[in-house]
């Protein structure tokens, strides 16, 4: 019976065995111990802390305004300070909210555009 041993960082089930205890995910280069997989986990969740232009802490379903024009390639007008844009994902990364706005679609944003509404 094969023993599958899901990555805590990417959720892929081919983790493998490398040297003593620790594991592998081929997919997104994670490498972890398996005792301690369920606390690493944890942590990482509490690290990422994303923070508005307030310095409010931000979640995914959240939310919020943006506080000045933003250009966006390809669009004859930006997106106008004041728009509010509802259920934010938070993601890793330069651009840290993906969203959907009415008239632009989805979208990439910085949180440090955008305040808690």
């Known amino acids: 019976m094969e023993v ?7 959720n892929s089930p081919y983790g493998y065995p490398t040297e003593g205890t620790l594991w ?9 111990n398996i005792e301690g997989a369920d606390a690493e986990a ?7 802390k994303i923070l508005d232009a307030n310095g409010n802490q931000l979640q995914d379903g959240d939310s919020v305004v943006v506080v ?11 997106i106008k300070a004041g ?3 509802k259920n934010i ?3 890793d990364g330069d651009h ?3 969203c959907k706005i009415d008239g632009f679609g989805a979208m990439a944003l910085k949180s440090e555009f955008v305040k808690k509404a």
Request: glycine letters at 2%.
């Open 83 to 85: 728009t509010k844009i």
């Open 68 to 78: 000045k024009d933003l250009p966006v390639k390809g669009f004859a007008k930006a």
């Open 42 to 48: 944890d942590t990482s969740t509490e690290t990422m």
């Open 89 to 91: 994902r938070l993601t």
């Open 96 to 98: 840290n909210i993906d």
């Open 4 to 10: 599958v041993v899901h990555c805590p960082n990417c």
């Open 24 to 32: 592998m995910c081929p997919e997104c280069s994670h490498e972890w």
